[in-house]
């Protein structure tokens, strides 16, 4: 079961590790990338450009360390140890310009975030419009992100909040449980258990953040901008092969870095990811993977600045370049298959 860091927490350590100064990449062609969590299929298409060579033909020599629970990726950034890293939402690159890092996204390999709500069948919890004044129960890190968009969009109130565990007891005890989960995760674990859930993914509702961003340096963006280039585009082409192709080169590598990973929970993520278009919906549908737009990353700011998460005069821009990926696209928020008002269920 994926577990994060509070997003607050996160970016204090991302504010601490600056404190020191950025050490530049160990060699011309070398990037080290750092995740955001243990090895999964949410990140298969780095492991697929890895794995089938897709870097070294952009003549890049990578190395992926995982991140896990006691990995901090900006420390080990700040220390020079890794070049790039992953970030899980649009508040962490908007997090760095609020507090003046020199950080920025230069690609978003999900145009839609895979956070979910979830709830047994048959008791009427069907859409994010049911739930409200219903006891949800989610962690730290929700409450000060997708909470906000959910108490905006549906009115959603701080005393439906429930204490979340990162353990699926509760749910299974109770009928009427509704907590967070992610898309990959939580759904399969609970069919294991027998329980076919009501999955609510939030992008298919407006939830604007993208996922799974790469971030580099803004010294590595402006100095040596040919290796983001060239790092971007392998992994464009690496999502591509690993969810329209064969994703067997990039599993091997997964299951190498995490051996608890599951043939049958890779599959099941790359159905989802698939069914649910996280890397192919929206405007990636024909600016291909990784695209992102301003127009979406200032929806996502005004609505976070209406909620009281930034200053309204932040400038938001400097948490992302379009260099890389393209710009003048739709905004294309919840617009892929998979998606129909306010559930995300599948059809």
């Given at each position: 079961m994926r577990r994060r860091l509070p997003l607050l927490l996160v970016a204090v350590f991302w504010l601490l590790a600056f404190a020191a100064?950025?050490?530049?990449?160990?060699?011309?062609?070398?990037?080290?990338?750092?995740?955001?969590?243990?090895?999964?299929?949410?990140?298969?298409?780095?492991?697929?450009?890895?794995?089938?060579?897709?870097?070294?033909?952009n003549g890049l020599a990578v190395t992926i360390r995982q991140g896990g629970p006691q990995v901090n990726q900006a420390q080990l950034l700040?220390?020079?140890?890794?070049?790039?890293?992953?970030?899980?939402?649009?508040?962490?690159?908007?997090?760095?310009?609020?507090?003046?890092i020199p950080l920025v996204a230069v690609a978003a390999f999900f145009q839609k975030d895979p956070a979910i709500l979830i709830a047994h069948p048959g008791q009427g919890n069907d859409h994010l419009a049911d739930l409200r004044q219903k006891p949800?129960?989610?962690?730290?890190?929700?409450?000060?992100?997708?909470?906000?968009?959910?108490?905006?969009?549906?009115?959603?109130?701080?005393?439906?909040?429930?204490?979340?565990?990162?353990?699926?007891?509760?749910?299974?005890?109770?009928?009427?449980?509704?907590?967070?989960?992610?898309?990959?995760?939580?759904?399969?674990?609970?069919?294991?258990?027998?329980?076919?859930?009501?999955?609510m993914l939030l992008a298919d509702s407006?939830?604007?953040?993208?996922?799974?961003?790469?971030?580099?340096?803004?010294?590595?963006?402006?100095?040596?901008?040919?290796?983001?280039?060239?790092?971007?585009?392998?992994?464009?082409?690496?999502?591509?092969?690993?969810?329209?192709?064969?994703?067997?080169?990039?599993?091997?590598?997964?299951?190498?870095d995490n051996p608890e990973m599951s043939d049958a929970l890779l599959a099941y993520a790359i159905d989802a990811m698939k069914r649910y278009q996280i890397v192919f919906g929206g405007d990636a549908a024909t600016a291909g993977p990784g695209v992102m737009s301003e127009a979406r990353w200032q929806t996502f700011f005004t609505t976070m600045a209406q909620a009281g998460v930034y200053p309204a005069d932040l400038d938001w821009r400097r948490a992302f370049t379009l260099a890389f990926v393209g710009a003048n696209v739709s905004t294309g928020v919840g617009k892929g298959a998979g998606s129909g008002g306010d559930s995300g269920r599948p059809q």
């Open positions: 100064t950025p050490a530049p990449l160990q060699a011309a062609d070398t990037v080290i990338f750092g995740t955001d969590w243990r090895a999964q299929a949410e990140h298969g298409g780095f492991y697929q450009a890895l794995a089938t060579g897709l870097y070294a033909q700040a220390a020079g140890r890794i070049d790039a890293a992953m970030a899980p939402n649009s508040f962490i690159p908007l997090n760095f310009a609020r507090q003046n949800i129960m989610i962690g730290a890190d929700t409450r000060v992100g997708s909470w906000l968009f959910l108490k905006q969009a549906f009115a959603y109130s701080d005393a439906q909040i429930r204490p979340y565990t990162f353990s699926l007891a509760p749910f299974l005890r109770d009928k009427q449980a509704i907590q967070q989960g992610y898309l990959g995760s939580e759904p399969f674990l609970l069919r294991q258990q027998g329980v076919e859930p009501v999955v407006g939830y604007a953040s993208y996922g799974a961003l790469v971030v580099f340096p803004q010294s590595t963006v402006d100095g040596r901008p040919d290796v983001v280039r060239r790092f971007v585009a392998a992994s464009k082409a690496g999502w591509t092969s690993y969810l329209e192709g064969d994703p067997a080169p990039g599993n091997a590598l997964i299951k190498r």
